[in-house]
């Protein structure tokens, strides 16, 4: 997220809550500590959001 464009919400999701507090950014970030997959699930959406998502890097 650190090296993409800012967008008007920005959302930062981990189910590790120190990969949450060590996380810096430049621009204002939501941080989530929970399951990504669930709050796609139960997130209403309008139609013209963008996601992207990360690998773990271990």
């Known amino acids: ?3 993409e464009p800012a ?3 920005n959302i930062g999701i981990d189910r590790h809550a120190l990969a949450l507090e060590g ?3 430049d621009y204002p970030v939501e941080r989530i500590h929970g399951c990504a997959h ?3 699930a139960e997130y209403s959406f309008s139609g013209r959001e ?3 998502g990360a ?3 271990s």
């Open 50 to 52: 963008l996601v992207c």
């Open 38 to 40: 669930r709050l796609l």
């Open 23 to 25: 996380f810096r950014c």
């Open 1 to 3: 997220m650190r090296r």
């Open 7 to 9: 967008a008007v919400r």
């Open 55 to 57: 690998l773990p890097l």
